[in-house]
């Protein structure tokens, strides 16, 4: 029946996807799959799954027999690893788990000419991402819904439920493919350029050879998924190692995860093999491939931690945006030629931020901006993808509206969100906008999740900031010993850190709302927006007896003095770093009620004295800015107990190094000493720099040379600032 459809699509090298809901799904798919394979014979199959899943293996088992030849079945919580992957035919289970990430992640595979099938019983019952977000038995669907509707109304769609199927078909007619353009005299040699799959990838290959000039230099590659931006710099490096460049024989690959590099890698081996270079691969344990040796030329992949302090001629950063503009102004800083690159309107969320910091760099260096745009494993127009941007609201973005001072603050609720579109494409732009690390996930949470509240912020009629706000807390003592014994996570965030880690068991028993994410759109970020929001929040939850708000988010300096400027109190930093989100994350409480004030004093004076011990090896890659932040917003407590006097000979020690005497190693217990009283019991006020120097080389014991590349200075600044920072102390404490 779908035959002369295939066909088509394999002539305009597009895709079809089929969302099968049916209790009778292995017949419906099956007779589907019948009619591709009579247009591809010998398709690559995907098949994506949970295997632990009840029943789930059996049925991959069915589909591998069926389709025999090249099967790969993949488990959906393995996926990252298959990243760039791509098949004819890519299959999803989704009976027992609908989750937004991997139908992104999978659907995304499928080529041009082929199909994905997405198949279930339904879309609600025991699913697993959305039974996480179910509690106390409720739910919503409003995702669900809005995903059968947006289904109906996009071409190139079939989509059976039971005896009823919608489908409107697309045409190869409108579908272009991409084609590869060689320029007519090419300074990187042909057989690369023939490697190529688009005019862009042709493109990025001549413009990247701008990195080869003198002098500090920034290349920066954009594009929407899939357009072959990291295959492009991997053939690019190819090139750049057989011609042993000196220059060059040093190259650092980085990103988030390994696996979103491994494109780069493949594709520079394609590269190698043609050129006939000879050349080495050092592969990990589990086979990932991690170094590429060609002569004297070394390329060898290292997480963005490490390779900002490693030594090297030119690094590339790819998915540049999700590794945070922190990190990635310290690798600009330390590094004379960066290739970074970035998806826009990915699901690693928009790079709007992204661009805006591009523009902001350009301003201070040389950069070269180069933007992909063809395809390459489907055509331009291809209508899957132009569904799964509609669905998932992958190009979602801020309506432009510059605040005129006339905020007008509305809670929505999510029914009328998801009822008007327009709406939910502003209020979720916003979010996406605003972070750069939002997923398709969180459109369900935004959708299904009860217990939550939506406030939007208006200007001139138009949303330009959102908060969403989770209700949390009013356990019982069964709920909080299930938490503190680890059998249990019912989805209360704060409550369940304090309980779990903290032990502080009684927290648990209080009623607070979580600011689960606080969005202002970019124009008008820094016009107190947010902060009327807060107030907005602050004030309802006081008509309705909470103890707390609060808020946990990845900590970032700009970000936590925003919270710190409105109230909230640091009382939780997690002690190591969550390597997805490659950052610590924190808990800031702004206290309600009495006993909610005693026990965020409490805490954050734990969490002071934390800092205050254990800098130097807990915290030692965090931002010392930041760390002196929080050891300014906490509360002080009495586990140091330091002399009320600063013993003498420690003053001592002190002057004759500011007077250039004895060196710092002589006199780093004295500052410590001095530095630790200062954030205890301060008496003056030290400028930010200042604590920043003082935490960086005292308490975190940071090398000059390190604690330079943190903020920003060079060794002697440092240093300078280490001792006018001392001699302010030693004015103040002297007595
Ligand atoms: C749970 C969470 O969601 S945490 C993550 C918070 N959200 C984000 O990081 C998304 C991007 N940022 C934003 O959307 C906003 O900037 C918010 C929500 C952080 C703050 O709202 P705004 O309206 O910009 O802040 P507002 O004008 O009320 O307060 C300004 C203060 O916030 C801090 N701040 C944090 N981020 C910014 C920013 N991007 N621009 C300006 N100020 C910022 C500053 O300390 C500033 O005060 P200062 O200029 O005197 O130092
Ligand atoms: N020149 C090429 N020849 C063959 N296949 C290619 C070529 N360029 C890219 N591809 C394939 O196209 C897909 C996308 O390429 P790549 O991962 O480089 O894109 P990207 O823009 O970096 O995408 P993402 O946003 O997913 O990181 C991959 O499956 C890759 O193997």
């Not at 199909?115 to 609600?124: E, G, K």
């Not at 409003?142 to 009823?164: C, V």
């Not at 200042?690 to 330079?708: D, N, P, T």
Request: charged letters at 25%.
């Amino acid at each position: 029946m779908y035959e002369s459809y295939f066909v088509d699509s394999v002539k305009g090298y597009y895709r079809h996807l089929a969302i099968v809901e049916s209790s009778e799904y292995i017949d419906k798919v099956f007779s589907l799959i019948e009619d591709y394979l009579k247009v591809n014979h010998n398709p690559k199959v995907i098949y994506a799954f949970h295997p632990w899943l009840n029943g789930s293996k059996d049925r991959m088992k069915l589909f591998k027999e069926r389709l025999k030849g090249d099967f790969i079945d993949i488990d959906y919580s393995n996926s990252e690893k298959f990243l760039g992957q791509s098949a004819d035919l890519v299959i999803l289970d989704t009976v027992g788990d609908f989750r937004p990430n991997y139908i992104a992640r999978f659907v995304d595979m499928t080529r041009g000419g082929g199909l994905a099938i997405i198949y279930t019983d339904n879309f609600l019952q025991n699913k697993m991402y959305r039974q996480s977000l179910t509690r106390n038995g409720i739910v919503k669907d409003l995702f669900e819904r809005r995903f059968l509707d947006e289904a109906k109304k996009h071409r190139g769609i079939i989509l059976i439920q039971d005896d009823h199927v919608y489908f409107s078909p697309y045409s190869s007619n409108e579908a272009h493919k991409p084609s590869r353009r060689i320029p007519k005299e090419p300074k990187i040699p042909l057989p690369i350029h023939e490697l190529c799959m688009s005019s862009d990838q042709n493109k990025i290959l001549e413009e990247s050879l701008f990195i080869l000039g003198e002098g500090k230099r920034v290349l920066a590659i954009t594009a929407a998924r899939g357009r072959g931006k990291s295959a492009s710099v991997g053939l690019f490096l190819a090139f750049l190692a057989y011609r042993h460049e000196e220059n060059f024989s040093n190259i650092i690959i980085t990103s988030p995860t390994y696996y979103s590099a491994q494109e780069i890698f493949n594709f520079m081996i394609v590269g190698l093999k043609k050129l006939k270079a000879k050349f080495r691969i050092k592969t990990s344990k589990d086979g990932k491939i991690m170094k590429i040796i060609v002569g004297d030329t070394r390329i060898k992949w290292v997480s963005p931690d490490l390779a900002k302090n490693e030594e090297g001629n030119l690094i590339v950063v790819d998915e540049a945006a999700a590794i945070g503009l922190e990190t990635l102004d310290y690798i600009i800083r330390g590094w004379d030629k960066v290739i970074l690159v970035t998806t826009i309107h990915g699901y690693e969320g928009s790079g709007k931020a992204f661009m805006r910091y591009l523009n902001k760099l350009k301003n201070s260096l040389l950069l070269k901006h180069v933007k992909m745009e063809y395809p390459i494993r489907y055509a331009k127009g291809d209508p899957i993808e132009r569904f799964m941007f509609n669905v998932l609201l992958l190009d979602a973005e801020a309506p432009d509206v510059i605040y005129k001072s006339d905020l007008e603050v509305r809670e929505i609720p999510q029914e009328d969100l998801f009822s008007n579109d327009n709406l939910l494409r502003a209020v979720y732009g916003i979010l996406v906008e605003a972070h750069y690390r939002n997923s398709p996930d969180d459109l369900m949470l935004l959708g299904d999740m009860a217990f939550q509240k939506i406030i939007v912020g208006y200007s001139s009629g138009l949303p330009i900031a959102v908060a969403q706000v989770v209700f949390e807390g009013g356990l019982n003592d069964t709920q909080i010993t299930d938490i503190a014994r680890g059998l249990k996570n019912e989805g209360h965030l704060i409550p369940h850190r304090i309980i779990k880690y903290v032990r502080a068991l009684d927290f648990g028993k209080m009623i607070g709302w979580r600011i689960m994410r606080i969005a202002v759109s970019p124009e008008n970020q820094g016009k107190g927006i947010g902060s009327k929001i807060l107030n907005e929040v602050i004030k309802n939850a006081q008509k309705e007896n909470v103890d707390w708000i609060g808020s946990s988010f990845v900590v970032d300096y700009s970000v936590l003095r925003f919270w710190v400027k409105n109230g909230f109190v640091p009382i939780y930093l997690s002690s190591i770093k969550n390597e997805q989100l490659n950052g610590y994350s924190i808990i800031v409480v702004k206290p309600l009620t009495e006993r909610a004030s005693k026990f965020v004093k409490e805490l954050s004076g734990f969490l002071k004295d934390k800092l205050l011990r254990t800098s130097h090896q807990v915290y030692y890659n965090l931002n010392p800015l930041l760390i002196a932040l929080i050891l300014r917003s906490t509360y002080k407590n009495d586990l140091i107990k330091l002399e009320d006097r600063i013993p003498y000979l420690y003053l001592e020690k002190i002057k004759s190094y500011i007077s250039g005497e004895i060196p710092y190693n002589s006199i780093a217990d004295a500052a410590h000493y001095i530095t630790t009283k200062y954030f205890l019991e301060p008496r003056i006020n030290l400028s930010e720099d200042i604590e920043g120097a003082l935490v960086a080389r005292v308490l975190q014991g940071k090398s000059w040379y390190h604690a330079g590349l943190m903020l920003g200075l060079s060794s002697k600044e440092v240093e300078l600032k280490v001792k006018t920072g001392l001699r302010e102390l030693l004015q103040s404490y002297d007595n």
